[in-house]
T-cell receptor
Framework: QQPVQSPQAVILREGEDAVINCSSS?????VHWYRQKHGEAPIFLMI?????EQKGHDKISASFNEKKQQSSLYLTASQLSYSGTYFC?????????????FGKGTLLTVNP | NAGVMQNPRHLVRRRGQEARLRCSPM?????VYWYRQLPEEGLKFMVY????????ESGMPKERFSAEFPKEGPSILRIQQVVRGDSAAYFC???????????????FGPGTRLTVL
């Protein structure tokens, strides 16, 4: 089952914040976040494991609520370089431990 | 420190021809994954290979599609007798020797964009 991402698209001005959500109907072991610019490779951002951990990378951080099977990606003080499509990939608990199932993506546009 | 390499970046084929997509994993990585991406869609898992072994091909169409990862050389995704519905971006990812765990990071290549006329 494909995770559901919301919103589908968001437009920001430089310096504004955004939150991207990823929800699954399955129990999850881990959530993987990627950013992809048009015509390029998806770039790995971070992995979150069950246990409700949070992670941060510069001004991008994420949380994982395993009880709700949800993860959120937080982009703070957005920069122009943050523009792209953000994908969450999930690995279900009890299943194969390598098969990432990706959401449809959230298109983030940061304008000057 | 080269990343995952894929070639060609763009491939145009006529219906009925064969398409061969190549993927060289990152140095030190022995696990390769292939994904397909349709426009406005997320990536969909196709196959997982280790050197000389197909571990999981549950996402591969039963006919016309095959994959290999030989002892020497790149991984190959082969599509025989292509049809218009095969048009998509095909991405390869690799993970380290310790891969196969759910904490392992998959690093993606730039993809091959296949167009079937």
């Amino acid at each position: 089952q494909q995770p559901v991402q919301s919103p589908q698209a968001v437009i920001l001005r430089e310096g504004e914040d955004a939150v991207i959500n990823c929800s699954s109907s399955k129990a999850l072991y881990s959530v993987h976040w990627y950013r992809q610019k048009h015509g390029e490779a998806p770039i790995f951002l971070m992995i979150l494991l069950k246990g409700g951990e949070q992670k941060g990378h510069d001004k991008i951080s994420a949380s994982f609520n395993e009880k709700k099977q949800q993860s959120s990606l937080y982009l703070t003080a957005s920069q122009l370089s943050y523009s792209g499509t953000y994908f969450c990939g999930t690995i279900a608990s009890g299943g194969s431990n390598y098969k990432l199932t990706f959401g449809k993506g959230t298109l983030l546009t940061v304008n000057p | 420190n080269a990343g995952v390499m894929q070639n060609p970046r763009h491939l145009v084929r006529r219906r009925g021809q064969e398409a061969r997509l190549r993927c060289s994993p990152m140095k030190g990585h022995s696990h390769v994954y292939w994904y397909r991406q349709l426009p406005e869609e997320g990536l969909k898992f196709m196959v997982y290979l280790q050197k000389e072994n197909i571990i999981d091909e549950s996402g591969m169409p039963k006919e016309r599609f095959s994959a290999e990862f030989p002892k020497e050389g790149p991984s190959i995704l082969r599509i025989q007798q292509v049809v218009r519905g095969d048009s998509a971006a095909y991405f390869c990812a690799s993970s380290p020797l310790s891969g196969g765990t759910s904490t392992d990071t998959q690093y993606f290549g730039p993809g091959t964009r296949l167009t079937v006329l």
